[in-house]
């Protein structure tokens, strides 16, 4: 039970940093990443999770993006 009414964080979370999770999925390049991050309301990053913000610092949140992703894949083609 969590008493403390902080959110649960699963620890098999990964964050990543721009530069880093670019560099784990070279499919999205660092550059695609910032700008994908700069349309996160209007791409739907924001409502998954996608971006957590610690003061300046920018991480992505590895399985909230391949959620987010994979409920793109009806617009190509996919599921």
Known sequence: MNTNNSPH???QTNY???ALFSQKHPAFS???LRFMIFKEHENGMAK???VVRVGRKVLINEQNFMTWIESHSSNLGGK
Do not use: R
């Open 48 to 50: 998954h999770g996608v």
């Open 9 to 11: 964080i699963d620890p």
């Open 16 to 18: 990543f940093s721009v």
């Open 30 to 32: 660092d550059k695609s």
